[in-house]
């Protein structure tokens, strides 16, 4: 069961399985792009894990307003991926110092906002990719959570914000609800945004599913078939 306020329309044009595969990953980032921090052309970006499910909308979606898109992934493949999806951009973080990545590809400019949600792993040196003034966005903890730190942590780094957000929260009033799917709608009809489906399970393999994300196998979109 699931209460009528919290439903949204699949418009003509977008397929069961598509929606299934980008409701919760496209709405993300959709709230991270456009409210959490407004990206706009010109502006450079930093995202974490850049072949994972949100990545690979979040990616395509900066490209299409215009930013210079950086990310990371841990395997040739997933950078491959990566730049297939909207980034310019994919520093293998497993084998080389993202933040050394990010000051050359940046001209020493760094970025604008840094999407996070590797978490411990990637800081406090996702920090040490912002401009001054810039916007640390960390949004979850694939490999585990970071850890308390010093608010005076931000100062010294160049007066940084840092948020924690969440869908959930973003999304909680039904209004947000509503005109975050039509934008994630509209980006998906355009062709702008494209979701492609990776990985197939019957719901009766749900464990493989899991196994499979747990050991970093999966890229892009997963959907269990019932
Ligand atoms: N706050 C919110 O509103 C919100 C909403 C949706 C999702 N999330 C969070 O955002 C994150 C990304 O979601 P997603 O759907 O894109 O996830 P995903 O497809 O499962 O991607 C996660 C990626 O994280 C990387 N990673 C780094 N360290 C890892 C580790 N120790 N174990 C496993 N993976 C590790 C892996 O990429 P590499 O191999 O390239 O490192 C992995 O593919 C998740 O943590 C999720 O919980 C938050």
Not at 26 to 54: C, N, Q, S, W
Not at 92 to 115: I, P, S
Not at 188 to 204: C, D, F, H, P, T
Request: neutral net charge; hydrophobic residues 45%; contains cysteine.
């Amino acid at each position: 069961m699931i209460a009528a306020e919290r439903v949204v329309k699949v418009p003509e044009g977008i397929s069961d399985e598509q929606a299934a595969a980008m409701m919760l990953k496209g709405m993300t980032a959709e709230y991270l792009l456009r409210r959490t921090f407004p990206v706009k052309a010109g502006d450079t970006i930093l995202y974490h894990a850049a072949a994972g499910g949100v990545g690979l909308i979040l990616g395509q979606w900066a490209k299409h307003l215009g930013a210079t898109v950086i990310g990371t992934a841990s395997s040739t493949d997933k950078i491959e991926l990566a730049r297939a999806h909207g980034f310019d951009h994919v520093i293998n973080y497993k084998e080389q110092d993202f933040v050394a990545g990010v000051a050359a590809l940046t001209g020493g400019k760094k970025c604008d906002v840094v999407y996070d949600s590797v978490g411990a792993d990637t800081f406090p040196a996702s920090l040490d990719c912002l401009r001054p003034l810039g916007m640390f966005v960390s949004f979850g903890q694939s490999s585990g959570p970071i850890p308390p730190f010093s608010m005076s942590l931000l100062a010294q780094k160049g007066s940084l914000y840092a948020t924690r957000p969440t869908l959930f929260v973003y999304n909680a009033r039904r209004e947000d609800l509503v005109k975050s799917a039509e934008a994630l709608f509209d980006v998906v009809k355009s062709g702008a945004v494209e979701i492609k489906i990776n990985q197939r399970y019957a719901l009766k393999d749900a464990a493989k599913a899991h196994a499979d994300l747990e050991a970093r196998r999966t890229t892009g979109t997963t959907v269990l078939i019932p």
